[in-house]
């Protein structure tokens, strides 16, 4: 005889006014189920029954349960009365009822969903607010209802302002889908757990692609692709949100959640292509190298043509990717010609720094902003066309004409110690970010032996970084010591 699947019996119960599983239920399932599925926070213990199906005659009768206590300070003995068989002793652990945790299954389901967002109770033991994801290629509000086949269900949904101001959402129900009538206006996608949820020996787990399917609306001819997002944590803001980017995934972190998903799994195929990133993954690539700042001035072509575009379409990706975030993820800067990512990002290599041609290391300035940001700056000859005046003789009046000008300028970007390599994943400098440290606290010299391992990484990364073909620093052999070939203002690093 096959054992009864748990999570069957959780879901039929749940849109009973008393949602409960029986011990006689609990006895069926196979060995420490009933421990998995408590420690999951789908069902709790609640108080005993006191009424239980004689199991002493074949009629099934259901009897109310005498406690009786005798002799004085003796245990407690249970018995039903049996027509047929009289008397009969009920052993206590048969009275023992779960009661299927709704609570406890929001915070279940937003879990195996990876939802952004916080769980929140927003009709009591009716309707829950789970979070945030992107399913079917839209950003959703995601939410739990019980007993929407109930003859109240139509007021309870009226009532629930929060779950009718949402603009795009779902709703996940344990029981039975219900009715269209219910809702006000058109029905928004009604999911039973029950059709996407299974039991994966530890917690629940979702049939995305089976999600994404039930979710989208219109005929595919080939099955839904699934798209992941990330679970934001509540209250994160787009400065707490990191990504490193390489040729094939995404790695993000925010406020000590990390999650690392390929291009397939984030949304960035090309869709003529299979199995190729798009242009908009080839955009995000091009920010992590420049460490979230990208100079109109670099990107050429017909990428340059529609950039203005493809970040347009980037802003709306990344805001999928990573729901629940309020502003926008990328900001254009009119001023300095250039879009910047509110978010952090990086890439696996050092990024590049706008260097004008020609820069020499006598160009550059390096310093140090609190503990762990590197701020770089050049010198750089700005172009423009300037307005001048002309006297025109023969009208007595003076021309307006266009001149070609030049100016001093300034390059400033500012990085992260660890996007430049020099420190790990907790912003601590390495061996390469403590020799600058070192350069930096010491006025742009440092005594080290010309082997130094330190200083010889930073060489290859500050040459990474700006392109300068010469080396950025000199060693005087007998003195043993590095001077930097670039400025070093600015107060002495923080010590760490």
Not at 82 to 88: F, I, Y
Not at 339 to 359: C, D, K
Not at 361 to 371: A, C, M, N, P
């Amino acid at each position: 005889m096959i054992a009864p699947d748990p999570l069957d019996i959780v879901w039929m119960r749940a849109d009973l006014s008393e949602a409960r599983v029986s011990a006689n239920e609990v006895a069926a399932w196979p060995e420490g189920h009933e421990q998995k599925l408590t420690g999951a926070g789908l069902i709790s213990r609640t108080e005993n029954a006191t009424t239980v199906v004689c199991d002493a005659c074949p009629d099934a009768h259901v009897e109310e349960v005498t406690f009786i206590e005798s002799p004085e300070n003796s245990q407690v003995r249970a018995y039903i009365w049996c027509p047929h068989a009289g008397r009969v002793r009920v052993p206590l652990d048969r009275l023992k009822e779960w009661k299927v945790d709704f609570s406890g299954t929001a915070g279940a389901v937003a879990h195996a969903l990876e939802l952004a967002g916080t769980v929140d109770e927003i009709i009591a033991g009716r309707v829950w607010s789970l979070g945030k994801a992107t399913i079917a290629g839209k950003s959703r509000e995601c939410f739990l209802a019980r007993g929407l086949t109930w003859t109240d269900a139509r007021s309870v949904i009226s009532s629930c302002t929060r779950l009718n101001a949402a603009r795009s959402l779902i709703v996940f129900v344990a029981g039975e889908v219900p009715p269209d009538e219910i809702w006000n206006g058109d029905a928004p996608p009604v999911v039973a757990l029950g059709r996407i949820f299974t039991w994966n020996g530890s917690g629940l787990s979702v049939d995305r692609q089976h999600l994404e399917g039930i979710v989208s609306t219109g005929r595919r001819t080939a099955p839904v692709a699934p798209l992941v997002s990330f679970p934001t944590p509540a209250g994160t803001t787009w400065g707490e949100v990191r990504f490193i980017v390489t040729d094939t995934t995404m790695r993000i972190d925010a406020k000590g959640k990390r999650k690392v998903y390929t291009f397939l799994e984030a949304g960035f195929e090309d869709k003529r292509k299979k199995n190729t990133p798009d242009r908009l993954w080839g955009l995000l690539r091009t920010f992590a190298g420049h460490a979230g700042v990208l100079p109109t001035n670099l990107v050429q072509g017909k990428d340059r043509t529609n950039l203005k575009q493809n970040v347009s379409e980037l802003r709306q990706r990344v805001s999928a990717l990573v729901p629940g975030i309020d502003g926008e993820p990328i900001a254009h800067n009119k001023n300095e010609q250039c879009y910047s990512t509110a978010f952090q990002i990086a890439s696996e290599e050092v990024p590049q720094f706008p260097t004008p041609p020609n820069t020499s290391w006598t160009d550059v300035s390096i310093s140090i902003e609190g503990r762990t940001t590197v701020r770089v700056s050049m010198s750089c000859v700005e172009r423009f066309a300037a307005l001048s005046f002309t006297e025109d003789d023969a009208r007595g009046s003076d021309v307006p004409q266009w001149e070609n000008a030049e100016r001093k300028g300034t390059i400033v970007r500012a990085y992260e110690l660890r996007a430049l390599k020099l420190a790990d994943d907790a912003n601590e400098p390495n061996r390469a970010g403590k020799a600058l440290l070192a350069v930096l606290g010491g006025n742009g010299i440092v005594k080290r032996k010309a082997d130094d391992k330190g200083m010889l990484e930073l060489c290859g990364i500050l040459t990474k970084l700006t392109g300068i073909e010469c080396a950025p620093f000199e060693f005087a052999k007998f003195e043993e010591k590095w001077a930097a070939s670039f400025d070093t203002p600015g107060e002495p690093p923080t010590s760490r």
